[in-house]
């Protein structure tokens, strides 16, 4: 044993290793979108800043991002909202039902995501609700599918959560509310931060149910650079591709900053 | 005034009745605890007193206002919990400033105060740290500082030694009692320890099954407790199968085995040939030789420093004799002839 860690050598080495290999494809994008080819090449034949530009110039992929990064924010906020109120009730009330609320409530992290686009799909337009290709209804999507990871990030820390601190708070004069708005929520906000990235990040990335919820004047990024990949296999998607991850790290970075993410996923 | 009246409180869930139909008067400026084993409802008590748990039949009064339906913000209560509950997002001195900033006091006021509260549970210095940088103790110094700078009429405690170990346990045992005193307020504290309830209450009152079996002095439980539960709850006491024999001379007269004794007075009449319990405390027996007393062999001398416990046995039942070992008085071996006897008025008849 070296060092403070009691963490053995071995696992130090695998855990790396694992760290290297996730983030070969970010490598990957990264370099494919820097190409100065034609063509979509790993490696690369040179590097340029040639298809960033493309991407930045383009009337297709920018719009997508735009229009990714607006449902992303509204579907992250709905979802953080809906998610945490629902994580109280579901972590605080007892009985049958509530279990199999429970239940309910986490399925559509099961559940493919095919399914959940085919059966909002099928209910859009057999009810003629009004929702079909309309970013009401692919935001509504995106809520179902993003929902249930901020349920179960704040559910994990509101089990553990000791009531005593919320009676301790209404001892000291707190009504209900105001012991929640200054202990529970504060004390859970670390977990709420980190569902709501988890939900920016899903709906930024989401596919398989966006496929079957946007139209013609509603493509998300994931759904242009599949399109744009299946007609010219050009690097402007992988540098599209560059864009995102930026996006993702710097939600994530500035997230973590304004809560403690390290006491979530540090513990 | 402060002082706290319980009118036929109870508490059900469902079926179970966590708190039977209690009715109790503590006393203002009064240091009073609910001894009791685990379940038996003290807890549920306070938390009814509390606000935090709703009576199912009964009143609760705070000085002269009724308090039954009131929620616990509107008590003027102070509560600290078994695990403290310091709220673990904010500093040492935010914690103690919660409850003033609630009542809209000024910075000004809250600085002076806090700094106050520090100093009273000596703390000074640690204003900026943080729940995970606190022992237990110090936690349990910041609860306290916590609730008395809201000035509560009423100071509730439930088991806030149990997370302490033995050392600390004694100090904050002194110093919480201490603290009650200079501030005169009435306290009401759970536990199931005997020795804290003992060394720091005005009265007790002890639990069982939701029930207040006695309500007394730590004097009266300890001597003169009322109840079979309470003799055999608080401290070891000897439990002789006797049969009532009458009164002599404002004592009663029992009997056991060959033996005929006398003991303290019991209340009420008690028909002669009934069965009832003799309950002497393993101190107050006095061994001596033979003929000096009722007659008893020693089964075993268990030495412990400044006692020597001996298991005799006497008629067809054992008892338990401890005795100060001191350089004067004689040891007794296994086996032995011995004469025990007690002071009447220190053995106490039980009607079974
Ligand atoms: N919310 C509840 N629902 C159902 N039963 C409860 C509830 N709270 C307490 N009880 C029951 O009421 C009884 C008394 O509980 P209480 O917490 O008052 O005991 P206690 O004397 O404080 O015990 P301890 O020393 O273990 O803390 C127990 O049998 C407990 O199981
Ligand atoms: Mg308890």
Redesign the interface.
């Known amino acids: 044993m070296r060092g403070e860690s009691a963490i053995p050598f071995a696992f130090r080495v695998i855990s790396w290793l694992t760290l290297a290999i996730l983030l070969i494809p970010v490598v990957i994008v990264i370099l494919a979108g820097l190409n100065s080819g034609d063509y979509l090449t790993f490696p690369p034949q040179g590097l340029s800043l040639r298809w960033v530009v493309a991407f930045l110039t383009s009337e297709t992929f920018l719009p997508a991002f735009g229009t990714s990064l607006l449902i992303a924010l509204i579907t992250t906020l709905i979802s953080t909202i809906i998610g945490t109120m629902a994580a109280l009730v579901l972590s605080r009330a007892r009985g049958r039902i509530v279990n199999a609320l429970r239940v309910l409530f986490i399925l559509p992290i099961v559940l493919p995501g095919i399914v959940v686009g085919l059966a909002l799909y099928v209910f859009y337009i057999s009810t003629d609700v009004g929702l079909a290709r309309t970013m009401a209804g692919l935001i509504i999507g995106h809520v179902i599918v993003t929902c249930p990871f901020v349920i179960a990030t704040v559910t994990a820390v509101l089990v553990g959560f000791?009531r005593?601190?919320e009676?301790?708070?209404?001892?000291?004069?707190?009504?209900?509310f105001?012991a929640f708005r200054?202990?529970t929520l504060?004390?859970i906000s670390s977990s709420i931060s980190a569902g709501a990235i988890f939900a920016f990040i899903i709906s930024f990335g989401q596919f398989e149910v966006t496929l079957f919820l946007s139209g013609p004047n509603l493509q998300t990024l994931p759904i242009t650079m599949y399109t744009a990949l299946r007609y010219s296999f050009e690097p402007t998607a992988a540098a599209a591709g560059i864009f995102a991850i930026f996006l993702v790290v710097a939600a994530t970075v500035t997230t973590s900053r304004i809560t403690d993410l390290k006491r979530i996923f540090g513990r | 005034m402060s002082d706290i009246q319980l009118v036929n409180l109870v508490k059900s869930y469902g079926e179970m009745q966590a708190v039977k139909k209690i009715s109790l008067h503590i006393k203002e400026g009064e240091f009073f605890s609910l001894l009791g084993p685990s379940g038996c409802g003290k807890s549920t008590t306070l938390r009814m007193i509390?606000?935090?748990v709703m009576p199912s039949a009964g009143r609760i009064l705070i000085g002269s206002d009724e308090v039954t339906h009131l929620?616990?913000?509107k008590?003027d209560?102070?509560?600290v919990?078994q695990?403290y509950?310091i709220?673990?997002?904010m500093s040492v001195a935010e914690n103690i400033a919660?409850?003033l900033k609630?009542?809209k006091k000024s910075q000004a006021e809250i600085e002076i105060t806090v700094t106050s509260a520090l100093r009273q549970v000596g703390l000074v210095g640690y204003e900026d740290r943080y729940q995970r940088q606190l022992s237990g103790g110090e936690q349990q110094r910041v609860?306290l500082a916590?609730?008395l700078v809201?000035k509560p009429r009423i100071l509730l405690l439930d088991e806030p030694l149990s997370a302490l170990d033995k050392a600390l346990r004694e100090e904050m045992k002194y110093w919480i009692k201490e603290l009650q005193r200079t501030l005169g307020i009435t306290t009401v504290y759970v536990t199931h320890d005997q020795d804290e309830a003992l060394t720091m209450s005005d009265r007790i009152g002890v639990m069982q099954k939701g029930r207040l079996e006695q309500v007394g002095s730590p004097e009266d439980i300890y001597e003169r407790p009322e109840t079979l539960f309470v003799t055999t709850f608080i401290g070891h006491s000897n439990v002789i199968n006797v049969t009532v024999k009458g009164r002599d001379n404002g004592k009663t007269v029992v009997s056991f085995g060959a033996n005929t004794i006398l003991a303290r007075a019991l209340e009420g009449e008690v028909a002669p040939g009934s069965a009832a319990k003799l309950v002497v405390r393993p101190e107050n027996v006095v061994i001596g030789r033979t003929g000096e007393g009722l007659p008893a062999t020693v089964l075993t001398e268990n030495y412990q420093g400044a006692l020597v416990r001996y298991r005799l046995s006497l008629g067809e039942q054992e008892i338990v004799v401890e005795r100060q070992n001191q350089s004067n008085v004689s040891r007794f071996a296994p086996g032995e002839e011995v004469g025990v006897s007690w002071d009447p008025e220190r053995s106490e008849v039980l009607v079974a």
């Open positions: 000791d005593s601190l009676e301790a708070a209404r001892s000291l004069g707190a009504s209900p105001t200054l202990v504060k004390v | 509390a606000g935090f929620p616990p913000e008590r209560i102070g509560i919990f695990n509950a709220f673990p997002h919660f409850g609630l009542r609860a916590r609730v809201t």
